[in-house]
């Protein structure tokens, strides 16, 4: 069965550092770039993060920048979020999600799968 599954979400105060993880089964994922989603209470869901499949190459939105690393170990067929220096404003459910080779800017209907989320919440 063709899935993936995040974990590594939870509860952490503001600075507080977090890991998420995107765990793929079915297929292989280092022949795919995958990006890092997250939708917020009451707003639209943006891209966070991306790493391709070609060269390893990353991409972070502005907001999250110098704080947030994505990182993949094709052996474990997994990709990391790393989240340091956490903020209120980084509450929200984290989805991964799949696309063939290259980062193509956020698409979600342009992925090829998608992970069901990991709610993460930054609060004192």
């Known amino acids: 069965q063709v899935q993936l599954v995040e974990s590594g979400g939870g509860l952490v105060q503001p600075g507080g550092s977090l890991r998420l993880s995107c765990a793929a089964s079915?297929?292989?994922?280092?022949?795919?770039?995958v990006a890092w989603f997250r939708q917020a209470p009451g707003k639209e869901r943006e891209g966070v993060s991306c790493?391709?499949?070609?060269?390893?190459?990353?991409y972070y939105a502005d907001s999250v920048k110098g704080r947030f690393t994505i990182s993949r170990d094709n052996a474990k067929n997994t990709v990391y979020l790393q989240m340091n220096s956490l903020k209120p404003e980084d509450t929200a459910v984290y989805y991964c999600?799949?696309?063939?080779?290259?980062?193509?800017?956020?698409?979600?209907?342009?992925?090829?799968?998608w992970g069901k989320g990991t709610l993460v919440t930054v609060s004192s």
């Open positions: 079915g297929f292989t994922l280092a022949h795919y770039a």
């Open positions: 790493i391709s499949a070609s060269d390893g190459s990353t």
């Open positions: 999600a799949a696309e063939t080779y290259y980062c193509s800017g956020y698409v979600w209907n342009g992925m090829d799968y």
